[in-house]
């Protein structure tokens, strides 16, 4: 069973920057695919960022393009979001995500991933 548990969140001032783990643990992943999903008050789950385990291609929404980089650490096992320049409208909670499966085309649509952390809230004030 896989088991993602996301850390770094927080509250931070407009043009601030965070940075977001998620310790990944479980069987073998090499073959995973890894997302970061946001969801903000009333709204649903939107996909922020995407790369395989063993890395390669990303994608990133339109909205955090440039702004965001996804990584992962494959010896301490973290996947990690940096967040630059917050706006205010970045203020969600933040989830990490597997997919079992590989994949380099994008994979944005959260039902295709198969474990969910707990979230992190972070909140971004102007």
């Known amino acids: 069973q896989v088991q993602l548990v996301e850390s770094g969140g927080g509250s931070v001032q407009a043009g601030a920057s965070l940075r977001l783990s998620c310790a990944v643990s479980g069987p073998p992943f090499n073959s995973y695919t890894m997302g970061w999903f946001r969801q903000a008050p009333g709204k649903e789950r939107d996909f922020v960022a995407q790369?395989?385990?063993?890395?390669?291609?990303?994608y990133y929404a339109e909205s955090v393009k440039g702004r965001f980089t996804i990584a992962t650490d494959n010896v301490k096992n973290l996947l990690t979001l940096q967040m630059n320049s917050l706006k205010p409208e970045d203020t969600a909670v933040y989830y990490c995500?597997?997919?079992?499966?590989?994949?380099?085309?994008?994979?944005?649509?959260?039902?295709?991933?198969?474990?969910w952390g707990q979230g992190t809230q972070v909140t971004v004030s102007s």
């Open positions: 790369i395989p385990w063993i890395g390669g291609r990303t």
């Open positions: 995500a597997v997919r079992r499966y590989y994949s380099t085309t994008f994979r944005g649509d959260s039902r295709e991933y198969d474990y």
